[in-house]
């Protein structure tokens, strides 16, 4: 099946500070943190989640109408599952959670009868601001980039990458030939042969268009 | 980390000053070298980032821009008689880069110009903002940048679309997109955080494991 890859995260801004830094601290880190989708980095990374920032952002005034169950550090713990799981799928997420204690504890649900559901997730995701979710970037980024003042250089690379989307609202563009922008000659000379051939063509005659009506065959008369 | 989700039929360069003009607004930061691919090539973006925001911008040269004289290919610059010029610096007050010869056997023993010839040359870096700029193509600190940084962001995009499964996710909107795309790279943040401040595990044979013998003949 032919997948079109319609969508495009860009940028991918990563830090690197001095090059000889750079390669040690690479090697060292893969084999520190655990596999992505274990619980052990789910338990590592819990800690580091700004909560506080992230109800203040997504905090819903209190008022008449259906309770809220669950606050927004639940919720966007939970939203940030089908990342860090091999459950690629918010609908998935939530149809494992029962099942799943270490994701639970990440999310700090601690009855597994009182889960939210598909549509509360969905609710929350629509909730979701982009300015509010790099807000929560940028707290994240903020201890990052107070240890690069320490490098004489920073070095960034940016880079784009395709994503598959079930879409068809953008087509991509093939980028266009910056080889040759004149006609190459034999693109030319083929040009120029459908000319001749154009110009033999509208000389000749035409033999259409209104003759003289004899008189005997005019309705008028 | 900044990222932008834009439609495939967006051209790749247009993000790269707003991306930059970001870090300074909301981060009071901005890096001093960008390392990109042809992608980003635009000589007059190139050339305000470099004025403005102090930034450089390495990238490779396109296969059909026009080399000046100077250079006899991307990665060699030479003089008139052949002889090869390195990079020497970039002279800030001035602006000037300046290029000389550090080969330890060079032509310019045997050349006819030599009683009249600097054997040093300048270029300001607006002559060719990827052949000069801040750091010059044929630098080796270029070179290296390309060649080793450069191959960094690979892995990176790898990581995301592999085992944070971006590329199986169902999107089917470009909200959802930004949404997946932004809560990706907090995943990345927390890690990176993890990473710097989690204390090092030390390796229990450390004490005797083989290492290099330093001899000092002094």
């Known amino acids: 099946m032919y997948l079109r890859r319609l969508l495009r995260k860009n940028g991918g801004f990563g830090f690197w500070s001095g090059h000889a830094r750079i390669f040690q601290v690479g090697s060292a880190i893969m084999k520190r943190l655990p596999t992505t989708g274990t619980g052990a980095l789910l338990e590592l990374l819990s800690r580091y989640i700004p909560d506080d920032l992230i109800n203040a952002l997504w905090r819903r005034p209190s008022g008449p109408g259906r309770p809220v169950l669950f606050s927004p550090a639940q919720l966007f713990r939970i939203t940030l599952l089908p990342l860090l799981t091999p459950a690629h799928s918010f609908n998935l997420v939530t149809e494992l959670l029962p099942e799943q204690r270490s994701w639970r504890s990440f999310a700090r649900l601690r009855n597994r009868h009182a889960l939210p559901d598909v549509r509360m997730l969905h609710d929350f995701r629509t909730r979701l601001q982009l300015t509010q979710l790099r807000r929560v970037n940028e707290q994240l980024l903020e201890p990052l980039l107070e240890g690069t003042s320490r490098f004489a250089k920073n070095v960034a690379v940016i880079d784009s990458t395709d994503l598959p989307a079930a879409t068809n609202a953008y087509k991509k563009i093939p980028p266009a030939s910056t080889v040759r922008i004149g006609p190459t000659p034999v693109v030319a000379a083929a040009k120029r042969d459908r000319a001749v051939i154009s110009l033999a063509t509208k000389s000749t005659r035409c033999g259409s268009g209104f003759a003289k009506l004899l008189p005997a065959f005019c309705w008028c008369h | ?218």
């Open chain 2, 1 to 218: 980390m900044i990222s932008w989700i834009a439609p495939a039929n967006r051209d790749d360069s247009v993000f790269l000053e707003p991306s930059l003009h970001y870090c300074a607004r909301h981060l009071a930061w901005t890096p001093d070298i960008v390392v990109g691919d042809m992608a980003y090539v635009n000589l007059h973006a190139q050339r305000r980032l470099r004025e403005d925001l102090h930034v450089a911008l390495v990238t490779k040269l396109k296969p059909n821009m026009t080399l000046p004289e100077a250079f006899d290919d991307a990665h060699t610059m030479t003089c008139e008689q052949g002889q090869v010029l390195r990079w020497l610096g970039l002279q800030e007050l001035d602006q000037l880069h300046w290029f000389g010869v550090t080969d330890p056997q060079p032509l310019c023993l045997w050349c006819w110009q030599r009683s009249s010839c600097p054997q040093q040359f300048s270029f300001p870096p607006n002559a060719h903002e990827i052949l000069y700029g801040t750091i010059p193509l044929s630098s080796s600190v270029g070179q290296r940048l390309l060649r080793q940084a450069r191959s960094w962001i690979e892995a990176t995009q790898a990581y995301e679309k592999n085992q944070l499964g971006l590329s199986q996710f169902f999107l089917n909107s470009l909200r959802l997109t930004w949404v997946v795309g932004l809560l990706a790279d907090t995943i990345a943040l927390l890690r990176a955080l993890a990473i710097t401040t989690e204390p090092k595990s030390a390796t229990l044979l450390h004490e005797i494991m083989p290492r290099q013998t330093h001899f000092d003949f002094k």
